[in-house]
C-alpha cells in the first residue's frame, strides 16, 4: 500500500463467516516463498526438523507488534504446502543479530486454522459498541450531530419497526426513511386512520404537515418520502430551506447525492463549495471535505482532491469517538488510497499521507471498514431475501426503494466504491426488468446512463450491444449524441468512448465528425487527457478503436484528415500496430497511391505495416504476386482471403491446403478429447482457407474432416456461424454428392443442439434448406411444430412463397425481439417479390419507419441480397432508411438503390 514506506505487510485480508459476512477486522499476512525461506532449519535432539527460523528486521517487529492489526507470517515452499506462525513479541527469538521467529513444520495452513486465526485477528481489538441491532434508537445525541448521524448511520438512530412511537421526532424519521424502514414511518402516520382511503389521505396530510414544521429533519423526511414515491420536487428547496450551519451542511451533501446521480459534478462540487465558508462543526466540515475531495477527484483537480482527503481525515482523527467520523474518515482514507494507486505517492503540503500508517497507529484501526461493513450487509440482503423471499409485485416495488436508500447513502457517506457497486446493481436489476418487458423498452436509456456513469466496460458494452439491436434506433442515437466526450469524468471516461465504438456506426455525420476529431486532438495531449480524467485504461488504443468506429459514418473531409494525421506519424509503435492497420483497412482505395505508400514503406512500423502494405498491392505488383505464391507454399494459409485466392491455386497446392486443414483438425479434436479445452487459436484461417479451396475446387479437399470438425466440440458453437453462413451462400455450387454429404452432416449437428434456440441453430436449418430442396418444406414444417419461428423466417427470406404470408405477419405481432427481427427480413423479400399485397406493403413500410434498428438492418440485408430490380414503391422509403442503419451496411444500400 505504500510505494516509500516499507511495513513488511504484504497482504491486509478481513476474516468473513460462514455465510460470507464480514468481521470488520483487520489482519496483515507477510507471505514468504521459495527455498532460500526453508535454509534455517531447527532440529529436535533426534535430528529432526521441528521448523524453520524466519529473521526479519527491527522496524518490521515494532509494525507488527506494537500497531493495532495482528500479523502472521506465511512460508510457502516449492511444493506449494504454507506454514504459518503468529507473530507475537513473547514468541520473537532476539538472541542475534536479527529478531526471528519459529514457524513449526507440523503448523500447515488448513481449513480447519480458520477459528484459531479469526480469534488472533480480533485479539487486539476493542469490540464496537455500534455492533449488532440497535431496538430503541441512540439516545442523547447532540443537536450539532442528529441530522448527520441519522443520513450516515440511520440504524443507531431509527426506531425499530415493530414499536410503537407516540412522538416520532424528526431525525428519528429521517433514519427511518434512509435506513429502508418507511413502512414505520407510515404506521405512524396511520394512527387512528380507518378505511384504506382514509389511510391515504391521512398520509398526505401528515406529509404536508411534515414539510410546514419548523424542524428541517421532518422536512426531509417529507421530501424523502415524495422522492421514494416518484415525486423528487419538494427535494430541490431542502438546500433553500436550511439555516444553521448542520442543516446546511446536510442540505449540501443531500444535493451532492442528487447532482451525482444526474452525473453533474461540476454542479455537485459547487454546492458543497458553497457551504465550506460557513462555521462549521468540525465534523461536519471533514464530512463536506471527503465530498469535496470525490468530486474533484472525478474532476481532475488532483492536487486539491488530495489535499481536501487528507484534511478530512485529520480532522475525524481529531474526533475518535463519533461513529460518523469513523466512517467519513474510512471513506477519505479509501479515497487516497485510489489517488495513490492512480497517481502515485499521495502528498499534501510536503506531508506523506500513508493508508497503512492511519490504519497502524489508529486506536481504533476497524473504523474505516465499520459503516462500510453495515452497506455490505444491506447490499447482501439485497440480493438474497429481497430477491427470493418476495412476490413479483412487492418485489419491483421494494427492490426501487431498497436500492435508492443503499445509493443515498453510499452517497451521504462519500463512499465512492459502494456507491457505484449500488449503483450498478441498481442498474442490472433495471436491466433485467427491461430484458424480461417488451413494453419497457422506452427505458433503456435512463438505464444505459445507470451503467455509463458506474459499470465496467465489459459491462457497459454488452448492455449497449444488446440496446442497439432491441431499442428504436432513434433514441439510442440521439442519447449517444447527447454525451460529450469534452464533459467525461474518471469514472465515465472510459465508457464514453466504449459508447462510441459501439454507436458509431449509426452515428450522423456531424457526430461522428466531431468524435472523430476530438480523438485527433486528444491523441496529440493523452498527458493532458490522462490528467483531467485520471485514465487508468490505455488511451492511445481505446482512441484508435473509437476512430475505426467512427471513421465509416463521418465526412469526407474528416475522414482525409484521419488519412492525413495516419501519414505524419512519426512511427507507429508495436504495440499499436495492429490497431494501426485495422483502421487502414477502412481507408478508400486512393489512400493506397505510390506516394502515401512510399511514405509508410519507409517508416518500417515494426515490420508488421510494411507487409501489410506489400500484400494490399499484391493484386497490382508482380513481385508481390510472387511473395504470395512464397507464403501459400510455405504452409501461410492465411494469406488465402478469397475464392479468387483459391482459384489461382494448382491441384498440389489446393490439396496442400487441405492436408494442413485436416491435420488441424485431427489436432484441435484430439486435444479437445484429451483435455476438454475447446482450441480457439488459428481456426478462422484454418477453415475460410479451405472453405475458399473447397467451393474453387470441392473434388480436391477432405470434406471427411470438416464434417467431423463440425460435430465435434472441439470449436465454440459460435465460432461456426461462418462455415454455415459459406455453405448457404456457396453450396448452390457444389456437386451433388457432396451436398448430400454435407446435409447429413447438418441433420446430426442440429439434432445435437435442439435445445440452443440461438442463430447457429437457424442457420444450420437455412443451411440444409439450400443444399436439398426436396427436404426444405418438411424441414418449415417441421420447424413451425416445434415453434422454431426464427429459422422459418430465416428460410422464408431466402425463398419466398405467397403460402408463407399470414404465417410471416404473424410472427411480426408475436412479442420476442429475435423473431420480430426475423420475420422482418422475410416479409420484406415477400414485399419485393411482390407476394401479400397491400398487407405486406404496409407492415414493411411501418418497419421502416418505426421498427428497431435490427428490423431495420434485416430490411437492408433483405434488400442488397435481392437480385431483381426494387419496385419504386420502396424506394424512397429505403432512401429515408439509410439515415438510420450502419454506415457499411448504408454504404452497400445505397449502391444496390443507385443501380
Given at each position: 500500500?505504500?510505494?516509500?514506506?516499507?511495513?513488511?505487510?504484504?497482504?491486509?485480508v478481513?476474516?468473513?463467516?460462514d455465510e460470507?459476512?464480514?468481521?470488520?477486522?483487520?489482519?496483515?499476512?507477510q507471505v514468504k516463498k521459495?527455498a532460500?525461506y526453508?535454509?534455517?532449519?531447527?532440529?529436535?535432539?533426534?535430528?529432526?526438523?521441528i521448523?524453520?527460523?524466519?529473521?526479519?528486521?527491527?522496524?518490521?517487529?515494532a509494525?507488527?507488534?506494537n500497531?493495532?492489526?495482528?500479523?502472521?507470517?506465511?512460508?510457502?515452499?516449492n511444493?506449494?504446502?504454507?506454514?504459518?506462525?503468529k507473530?507475537e513479541?513473547?514468541?520473537?527469538?532476539r538472541?542475534?543479530?536479527k529478531?526471528?521467529?519459529?514457524?513449526?513444520?507440523?503448523?500447515?495452513?488448513?481449513?480447519?486454522?480458520?477459528?484459531?486465526?479469526?480469534?488472533?485477528?480480533?485479539?487486539?481489538?476493542?469490540?464496537?459498541?455500534?455492533?449488532g441491532?440497535?431496538?430503541?434508537g441512540?439516545?442523547?445525541?447532540?443537536n450539532?450531530?442528529?441530522i448527520?448521524?441519522?443520513?450516515?448511520?440511520?440504524?443507531?438512530?431509527?426506531?425499530?419497526?415493530?414499536?410503537?412511537?407516540?412522538?416520532?421526532?424528526?431525525?428519528?424519521?429521517?433514519?427511518s426513511?434512509?435506513?429502508?424502514?418507511?413502512y414505520?414511518?407510515?404506521?405512524?402516520w396511520?394512527?387512528?386512520?380507518?378505511?384504506?382511503?382514509?389511510?391515504?389521505?391521512?398520509?398526505?396530510?401528515?406529509?404536508?404537515?411534515?414539510?410546514?414544521?419548523?424542524?428541517w429533519?421532518?422536512?426531509?423526511?417529507a421530501a424523502?418520502?415524495?422522492?421514494?414515491?416518484?415525486?423528487g420536487?419538494?427535494?430541490?428547496?431542502?438546500?433553500?430551506?436550511?439555516?444553521?450551519?448542520?442543516?446546511?451542511?446536510?442540505?449540501?451533501?443531500?444535493q451532492?447525492?442528487?447532482?451525482?446521480?444526474?452525473?453533474d459534478?461540476?454542479?455537485?462540487?459547487?454546492?458543497?463549495?458553497?457551504?465550506?465558508?460557513?462555521?462549521l462543526?468540525?465534523?461536519?466540515k471533514?464530512?463536506?471535505?471527503?465530498?469535496?475531495?470525490?468530486?474533484?477527484?472525478?474532476?481532475?483537480?488532483?492536487d486539491?482532491?488530495i489535499?481536501?482527503?487528507?484534511?478530512?481525515?485529520s480532522?475525524?482523527l481529531?474526533?475518535?469517538?463519533?461513529?460518523?467520523a469513523?466512517?467519513?474518515?474510512?471513506?477519505?482514507?479509501r479515497?487516497?488510497?485510489?489517488y495513490?494507486?492512480i497517481?502515485?505517492?499521495?502528498k499534501?503540503?510536503?506531508?506523506?499521507?500513508d493508508v497503512a500508517?492511519?490504519?497502524?497507529s489508529?486506536?481504533?484501526?476497524?473504523f474505516?471498514?465499520l459503516?462500510?461493513g453495515?452497506?455490505?450487509?444491506?447490499?447482501?440482503?439485497?440480493?438474497?431475501r429481497?430477491l427470493?423471499?418476495?412476490?413479483?409485485?412487492?418485489?419491483t416495488?421494494?427492490?426501487?426503494?431498497?436500492?435508492?436508500?443503499?445509493i443515498?447513502?453510499?452517497?451521504?457517506?462519500g463512499?465512492?466504491?459502494?456507491?457505484?457497486?449500488?449503483?450498478?446493481?441498481?442498474?442490472?436489476?433495471?436491466?433485467?426488468?427491461?430484458?424480461?418487458?417488451?413494453?419497457g423498452?422506452?427505458?433503456?436509456?435512463n438505464?444505459l446512463?445507470?451503467?455509463?456513469?458506474?459499470?465496467?466496460?465489459?459491462?457497459?458494452?454488452?448492455v449497449?450491444?444488446s440496446?442497439?439491436?432491441?431499442?428504436?434506433?432513434?433514441?439510442?442515437?440521439?442519447?449517444?449524441?447527447t454525451?460529450?466526450?469534452?464533459?467525461?469524468?474518471?469514472s465515465?471516461?472510459l465508457?464514453?468512448?466504449?459508447l462510441f465504438?459501439?454507436?458509431?456506426?449509426?452515428?450522423s455525420?456531424?457526430?461522428?465528425?466531431?468524435?472523430?476529431l476530438w480523438c485527433?486532438?486528444?491523441?496529440?495531449?493523452?498527458?493532458?487527457?490522462?490528467?483531467?480524467?485520471?485514465?487508468?485504461?490505455?488511451?492511445?488504443?481505446?482512441?484508435?478503436?473509437?476512430?475505426?468506429a467512427?471513421y465509416?459514418?463521418?465526412?469526407?473531409?474528416?475522414?482525409?484528415?484521419?488519412?492525413?494525421?495516419?501519414?505524419?506519424?512519426?512511427?507507429?509503435e508495436?504495440?499499436?500496430?495492429?490497431r494501426?492497420?485495422?483502421l487502414?483497412?477502412?481507408?478508400?482505395?486512393?489512400?493506397?497511391?505510390?506516394?502515401?505508400?512510399?511514405?509508410?514503406?519507409?517508416?518500417?512500423d515494426?515490420?508488421?505495416?510494411?507487409?501489410?502494405y506489400?500484400?494490399?498491392?499484391?493484386?497490382h505488383?508482380?513481385?508481390?504476386?510472387?511473395?504470395?505464391?512464397?507464403?501459400?507454399?510455405?504452409?501461410?494459409?492465411?494469406?488465402?482471403?478469397?475464392v479468387?485466392?483459391?482459384?489461382?491455386?494448382s491441384?498440389d497446392?489446393?490439396?496442400?491446403?487441405?492436408?494442413c486443414?485436416s491435420?488441424?483438425?485431427?489436432e484441435?479434436?484430439?486435444?479437445?478429447?484429451?483435455?476438454g479445452?475447446i482450441?480457439?487459436?488459428?481456426?478462422?484461417h484454418?477453415?475460410?482457407?479451405?472453405l475458399?479451396?473447397?467451393?474453387?475446387?470441392?473434388?480436391l479437399?477432405?470434406?471427411?474432416?470438416?464434417?467431423?470438425?463440425?460435430?465435434?466440440?472441439?470449436?465454440?458453437?459460435?465460432?461456426?456461424?461462418?462455415?454455415?453462413?459459406?455453405?448457404?451462400?456457396?453450396?448452390?455450387?457444389?456437386?451433388?454428392?457432396?451436398?448430400?454429404?454435407?446435409f447429413?452432416?447438418?441433420?446430426?449437428?442440429?439434432?445435437?443442439?435442439?435445445?440452443?434456440?440461438?442463430?447457429?441453430?437457424?442457420?444450420?436449418?437455412?443451411?440444409?434448406?439450400?443444399?436439398?430442396?426436396?427436404?426444405?418444406?418438411n424441414?418449415?414444417?417441421?420447424?413451425?411444430?416445434?415453434?422454431?419461428?426464427?429459422?422459418?423466417?430465416?428460410?422464408?427470406?431466402?425463398?419466398?412463397?405467397?403460402?408463407y404470408?399470414?404465417?410471416?405477419?404473424?410472427?411480426?405481432?408475436?412479442g420476442?425481439?429475435?423473431?420480430?427481427?426475423?420475420?422482418?427480413?422475410a416479409l420484406?423479400?415477400?414485399?419485393?417479390c411482390?407476394?401479400?399485397?397491400?398487407?405486406?406493403?404496409?407492415t414493411?413500410?411501418?418497419i421502416?419507419?418505426?421498427?428497431?434498428?435490427?428490423?431495420?438492418?434485416?430490411?437492408?440485408?433483405?434488400?442488397i441480397?435481392?437480385?431483381?430490380?426494387i419496385?419504386?414503391?420502396?424506394?424512397?422509403?429505403?432512401?429515408?432508411?439509410?439515415?438510420?442503419?450502419?454506415?457499411?451496411?448504408?454504404?452497400?444500400?445505397?449502391?444496390?438503390?443507385d443501380?
Amino acid at each position: 500500500m505504500s510505494k516509500d514506506i516499507d511495513f513488511g505487510t504484504d497482504l491486509w485480508v478481513m476474516p468473513v463467516g460462514d455465510e460470507g459476512i464480514p468481521s470488520f477486522v483487520v489482519l496483515g499476512v507477510q507471505v514468504k516463498k521459495g527455498a532460500s525461506y526453508f535454509r534455517h532449519p531447527k532440529k529436535d535432539e533426534q535430528g529432526n526438523v521441528i521448523g524453520w527460523w524466519f529473521g526479519f528486521d527491527a522496524n518490521h517487529e515494532a509494525s507488527w507488534t506494537n500497531g493495532r492489526i495482528a500479523h502472521v507470517v506465511v512460508l510457502i515452499s516449492n511444493e506449494g504446502t504454507m506454514y504459518w506462525s503468529k507473530i507475537e513479541s513473547s514468541q520473537i527469538d532476539r538472541s542475534s543479530r536479527k529478531p526471528k521467529i519459529l514457524v513449526y513444520k507440523d503448523h500447515v495452513l488448513e481449513k480447519t486454522d480458520e477459528e484459531e486465526i479469526y480469534e488472533f485477528a480480533c485479539s487486539t481489538y476493542e469490540k464496537s459498541a455500534f455492533n449488532g441491532v440497535v431496538w430503541n434508537g441512540l439516545k442523547n445525541i447532540k443537536n450539532q450531530d442528529r441530522i448527520r448521524l441519522a443520513m450516515l448511520a440511520p440504524r443507531v438512530i431509527a426506531p425499530h419497526v415493530n414499536k410503537h412511537i407516540d412522538n416520532l421526532k424528526g431525525h428519528e424519521a429521517l433514519a427511518s426513511l434512509l435506513y429502508g424502514n418507511e413502512y414505520g414511518l407510515e404506521w405512524y402516520w396511520r394512527a387512528g386512520s380507518g378505511s384504506m382511503a382514509d389511510v391515504a389521505m391521512q398520509k398526505g396530510k401528515r406529509k404536508d404537515e411534515a414539510w410546514a414544521s419548523s424542524d428541517w429533519c421532518w422536512k426531509a423526511a417529507a421530501a424523502f418520502y415524495d422522492y421514494f414515491d416518484g415525486q423528487g420536487g419538494r427535494l430541490d428547496e431542502l438546500f433553500s430551506v436550511a439555516k444553521s450551519p448542520e442543516e446546511q451542511a446536510a442540505s449540501a451533501v443531500m444535493q451532492f447525492a442528487f447532482d451525482i446521480d444526474d452525473n453533474d459534478w461540476s454542479a455537485a462540487l459547487q454546492h458543497i463549495e458553497a457551504v465550506m465558508t460557513y462555521d462549521l462543526y468540525p465534523v461536519d466540515k471533514a464530512w463536506l471535505l471527503v465530498h469535496e475531495s470525490w468530486a474533484m477527484f472525478e474532476l481532475g483537480r488532483k492536487d486539491e482532491a488530495i489535499s481536501a482527503g487528507s484534511n478530512a481525515v485529520s480532522l475525524c482523527l481529531q474526533n475518535p469517538d463519533d461513529i460518523t467520523a469513523n466512517g467519513i474518515c474510512g471513506a477519505a482514507m479509501r479515497l487516497l488510497w485510489q489517488y495513490d494507486w492512480i497517481w502515485g505517492n499521495v502528498k499534501s503540503s510536503g506531508k506523506q499521507v500513508d493508508v497503512a500508517e492511519v490504519i497502524q497507529s489508529s486506536d481504533n484501526p476497524i473504523f474505516w471498514w465499520l459503516e462500510l461493513g453495515e452497506r455490505s450487509i444491506a447490499g447482501n440482503a439485497v440480493s438474497n431475501r429481497w430477491l427470493h423471499s418476495i412476490g413479483e409485485a412487492e418485489k419491483t416495488h421494494s427492490l426501487r426503494r431498497r436500492f435508492i436508500s443503499l445509493i443515498l447513502q453510499t452517497a451521504f457517506l462519500g463512499d465512492r466504491d459502494a456507491w457505484k457497486r449500488y449503483c450498478c446493481l441498481q442498474a442490472e436489476n433495471a436491466y433485467a426488468q427491461i430484458e424480461d418487458d417488451n413494453e419497457g423498452r422506452t427505458d433503456i436509456v435512463n438505464v444505459l446512463e445507470m451503467f455509463r456513469r458506474c459499470s465496467s466496460k465489459d459491462d457497459y458494452r454488452k448492455v449497449l450491444w444488446s440496446a442497439i439491436q432491441r431499442a428504436s434506433d432513434s433514441r439510442i442515437v440521439e442519447y449517444a449524441e447527447t454525451v460529450s466526450l469534452n464533459e467525461s469524468t474518471h469514472s465515465t471516461a472510459l465508457n464514453d468512448l466504449t459508447l462510441f465504438q459501439c454507436i458509431g456506426d449509426y452515428l450522423s455525420a456531424d457526430k461522428a465528425d466531431e468524435v472523430c476529431l476530438w480523438c485527433l486532438t486528444t491523441m496529440a495531449s493523452v498527458r493532458e487527457y490522462a490528467r483531467k480524467v485520471s485514465a487508468t485504461f490505455n488511451i492511445p488504443i481505446e482512441l484508435l478503436e473509437t476512430l475505426k468506429a467512427c471513421y465509416r459514418a463521418a465526412n469526407r473531409d474528416v475522414q482525409e484528415k484521419i488519412e492525413q494525421w495516419f501519414l505524419e506519424l512519426p512511427c507507429v509503435e508495436e504495440s499499436y500496430a495492429s490497431r494501426a492497420q485495422n483502421l487502414t483497412i477502412l481507408f478508400p482505395e486512393s489512400f493506397w497511391g505510390d506516394d502515401n505508400l512510399a511514405i509508410l514503406l519507409q517508416r518500417c512500423d515494426a515490420g508488421s505495416l510494411q507487409q501489410w502494405y506489400e500484400y494490399k498491392q499484391s493484386s497490382h505488383d508482380e513481385e508481390s504476386e510472387a511473395q504470395w505464391r512464397v507464403k501459400v507454399k510455405s504452409g501461410q494459409v492465411d494469406v488465402i482471403k478469397s475464392v479468387d485466392d483459391a482459384q489461382k491455386l494448382s491441384e498440389d497446392e489446393i490439396r496442400r491446403v487441405s492436408d494442413c486443414f485436416s491435420a488441424y483438425c485431427a489436432e484441435a479434436i484430439a486435444s479437445y478429447e484429451q483435455s476438454g479445452v475447446i482450441a480457439v487459436h488459428g481456426v478462422d484461417h484454418m477453415l475460410s482457407a479451405f472453405l475458399f479451396c473447397g467451393y474453387a475446387h470441392p473434388e480436391l479437399v477432405d470434406w471427411d474432416s470438416f464434417v467431423k470438425l463440425m460435430l465435434s466440440n472441439a470449436e465454440a458453437l459460435q465460432d461456426k456461424r461462418w462455415p454455415l453462413k459459406f455453405l448457404i451462400h456457396f453450396s448452390n455450387e457444389l456437386p451433388d454428392g457432396i451436398r448430400e454429404e454435407l446435409f447429413s452432416m447438418l441433420s446430426c449437428f442440429v439434432k445435437s443442439c435442439e435445445d440452443k434456440a440461438n442463430i447457429v441453430y437457424w442457420l444450420a436449418y437455412e443451411a440444409m434448406a439450400l443444399l436439398c430442396e426436396d427436404e426444405r418444406q418438411n424441414i418449415i414444417d417441421y420447424l413451425i411444430s416445434n415453434k422454431r419461428y426464427n429459422a422459418v423466417a430465416r428460410i422464408v427470406q431466402r425463398f419466398p412463397a405467397e403460402r408463407y404470408v399470414q404465417l410471416m405477419v404473424t410472427m411480426l405481432k408475436m412479442g420476442p425481439a429475435g423473431m420480430c427481427d426475423t420475420a422482418a427480413g422475410a416479409l420484406t423479400k415477400l414485399e419485393l417479390c411482390n407476394f401479400g399485397g397491400v398487407i405486406v406493403t404496409e407492415t414493411v413500410e411501418d418497419i421502416m419507419a418505426n421498427g428497431t434498428l435490427a428490423q431495420k438492418e434485416w430490411i437492408a440485408e433483405a434488400v442488397i441480397e435481392f437480385t431483381e430490380e426494387i419496385p419504386a414503391r420502396m424506394r424512397e422509403r429505403l432512401i429515408a432508411l439509410e439515415d438510420s442503419i450502419g454506415s457499411s451496411m448504408r454504404k452497400a444500400l445505397k449502391e444496390k438503390l443507385d443501380v
